[in-house]
C-alpha cells in the first residue's frame, strides 16, 4: 500500500519569499505523482503531475515539483509567492500498475502568504 | 474542460433521514468516479471507487449499507448517506476520470452535510 507523508502542516511565508512543500511517499510499486491545491470553499484542483520522462514539472502559475526516486519525495516549490497562492496543497500518489487510479493523499499543508 | 458539479453544495439534515447527493461530470464521460470524505483541517479519505454499471468497491471500514453509491451513466453518480448520524457530519468530494492510468482525477467542489 501507498503512503504519503507532508512533514509541514502550516508553512507562513511572505509575500515574494521562496517556498518549499516537502511530500515524501512510501510505495513497494512505481508510482505516478501528484499536488492538488484547495483554495478556500472551493474543491481540489491540479496543480502539476509527474507521470514520466523529466522529472521536473512545471504548472502554469510558476509551481514547480521534482521527483526524486533515490529519495521518495516529490517536493513543491515557487521562487516567489503571491498572496493568491494561499491554499492547501495536498501531495497525492497512485499506483502506476493500478486501472482504477485511486488516490492517496497526504494530511495537506496550508500555505499562508503574508503582505 | 474537465468540469465536475456536485448538488447540494450544502445539506443540513435530521438525524435518521437519508441524504442524497449527485456527482455530474459535465463535459467529459467518466469511466471511474470516486467518493472521498474530507474531516476538519485532515486529508481525503477515498471511501469508495465506483465504475459505471457496476457495483461499487469500498474501502475497508466504509459500511457499504450505509453509503449506497449508484454509477448509472457515464457522467452521474450519486451517494446516498441512509440513516444519517451526526458523526456523517462531513465534507463529502466527488472525482471522476476516465479510468485510464495516471488519468488526472477531477474533482467537484465537495457537499458539506450536517446532521443534527
Known amino acids: 500500500a501507498q503512503s504519503v507523508t507532508q512533514l509541514d502542516s502550516q508553512v507562513p511565508v511572505f509575500e515574494e519569499a521562496p517556498v518549499e512543500l516537502r511530500c515524501n511517499y512510501s510505495s513497494s510499486v512505481s508510482v505516478y505523482l501528484f499536488w492538488y491545491v484547495q483554495y478556500p470553499n472551493q474543491g481540489l484542483q491540479l496543480l502539476l503531475k509527474?507521470?514520466?520522462?523529466?522529472?521536473l514539472v512545471k504548472s502554469i502559475n510558476g509551481f514547480e515539483a521534482e521527483f526524486n526516486k533515490s529519495q521518495t519525495s516529490f517536493h513543491l516549490r515557487k521562487p516567489s509567492v503571491h498572496i493568491s497562492d494561499t491554499a492547501e496543497y495536498f501531495c497525492?500518489?497512485?499506483?502506476?500498475?493500478?486501472?482504477?487510479?485511486?488516490?492517496?493523499f497526504g494530511r495537506g499543508t496550508q500555505l499562508t502568504v503574508w503582505p | 474542460g474537465a468540469v465536475v458539479s456536485q448538488h447540494p453544495s450544502r445539506v443540513i439534515c435530521k438525524s435518521g433521514t437519508s441524504v442524497k447527493i449527485e456527482c455530474r461530470s459535465l463535459?467529459?464521460?467518466?469511466?471511474?468516479m470516486f467518493w472521498y470524505r474530507q474531516f476538519p483541517k485532515q486529508s481525503l479519505m477515498l471511501m469508495a471507487t465506483s465504475n459505471e454499471g457496476s457495483k461499487a468497491t469500498y474501502e475497508q471500514g466504509v459500511e457499504k449499507d450505509k453509503f449506497l453509491i449508484n454509477h448509472a451513466s457515464l457522467t452521474l453518480s450519486t451517494l446516498t448517506v441512509t440513516s444519517a448520524h451526526p458523526e456523517d457530519s462531513s465534507f463529502y468530494i466527488c472525482s471522476a476520470s476516465q479510468g485510464a492510468r495516471g488519468e488526472t482525477q477531477y474533482f467537484g467542489p465537495g457537499t458539506r452535510l450536517l446532521v443534527l
Open positions: 497525492a500518489v497512485s499506483d502506476r500498475g493500478s486501472t482504477l487510479g485511486r488516490l492517496y
Open positions: 509527474y507521470l514520466s520522462g523529466s522529472t
Open positions: 463535459d467529459f464521460q467518466a469511466t471511474t
